[in-house]
């Protein structure tokens, strides 16, 4: 983490490479762990491990729960609720596009999907399931016995095969062409001339682009933005550093899709894009002296504001079809 954390932060302020119209596009290719390839099988066992409540520990919240097809593959609420409506300190990001994201959650803790697909499952504010009782759990299934044998060879279920195949079907929601994409594309018509206005005042007067760049529309890197939520230190809890410079930093999100996945930020504080815009705009939400240097007041218009909001419509990307299942291994 230490090592991650000072690579992001001293290439904060490389100026961006030439954009050409393939910097905008989704590489075809899903990047894929050497020791995780992507099956059809082991797509739609993790299909059904992602949507199976039993996975928690009263068979009542599931990895949809809070990443849910409905609300952009977010959960629609500021802060998730969990095992016995405990209610979690941070807003669900989407998973659109995760396997092409260098690390994950809002800190950056973790830098594998693999890795990520556990952790929700025994944190007390979400699953709340100690994974070995999960796994004896799922080995008293014949039905998930026996899939883990046709995906993986063997029938005896454990914690790495479990998250491989949580995270080879993460790593299969993946955005196809927006409106901007087709437009950057040559199709002229596909934007209409608020958007095109809109995209020009966010890659330029509002500086946007630096740091929601590239075709995911984020630069993975970190910023304390002056949110005022000075109570959670973000990257500073996970920096082995506990440099001051960390503290309520968070990582700057995608914005595929982002017209579906309100409230925003870190902590779901901020309930429309208009004001959300404004907030990234304008130097933050309250003039903390914490807030990162780079992060500056650009003074875009409330009119300034209204076109971004209407580029960033553009950005929402067809819907990812998945087969919700229904009936699950017994």
Not at 7 to 12: E, G, R, T
Not at 36 to 42: A, D, E, R, V, Y
Not at 175 to 198: L, Y
Not at 218 to 242: C, H, M, P, Q
């Amino acid at each position: 983490m230490k090592t991650y954390l000072l690579i992001i932060f001293s290439i904060i302020f490389i100026p961006l490479q030439a954009i050409d119209n393939d910097y905008w596009q989704r590489p075809s290719q899903i990047p894929t762990p050497k020791d995780n390839p992507i099956t059809p099988q082991k797509v739609e066992l993790g299909k059904l491990l992602f949507f199976d409540k039993r996975l928690s520990r009263a068979d009542d919240i599931s990895c949809a729960t809070c990443h849910d097809p409905k609300y952009g593959w977010a959960d629609g609420v500021a802060q998730s609720v969990g095992d016995r409506e405990q209610k979690g300190r941070r807003n669900s990001p989407t998973i659109i596009n995760s396997a092409y994201l260098r690390s994950f959650f809002h800190d950056s803790r973790v830098t594998s999907l693999e890795e990520q697909a556990l952790i929700p499952i025994e944190t007390d504010v979400e699953m709340n399931i100690p994974l070995e009782v999960l796994i004896k759990k799922l080995n008293a299934i014949d039905g998930y016995k026996k899939l883990f044998l046709e995906v993986f060879g063997d029938a005896e279920i454990n914690k790495e095969n479990l998250a491989k195949a949580i995270a080879t079907f993460e790593r299969t929601i993946v955005s196809s062409q927006t409106d901007f994409q087709k437009w950057n594309n040559g199709e002229k018509n596909a934007m209409n001339q608020a958007q095109i206005d809109g995209f020009n005042i966010f890659k330029d007067s509002g500086k946007c682009i630096s740091c929601h760049n590239n075709f995911n529309f984020t630069n993975e890197r970190f910023a304390n933005i002056g949110l005022g939520d000075e109570n959670d230190l973000g990257v500073y809890e996970v920096s082995e550093t506990k440099n001051k410079i960390w503290k309520a930093n968070f990582k700057t999100p995608t914005l595929i899709n982002i017209e579906k996945t309100a409230p925003y930020f870190h902590n779901g504080s901020v309930k429309t894009l208009k004001e959300a815009v404004h907030i990234c705009g304008n130097g933050g939400k309250k003039p903390v002296k914490s807030r990162s240097p780079f992060f500056r007041d650009r003074k875009v218009s409330n009119q300034e504001v209204n076109l971004i909001v209407e580029f960033l419509k553009a950005l929402t990307p067809p819907e990812i079809k998945v087969e919700i299942p229904t009936d699950f291994p017994q």
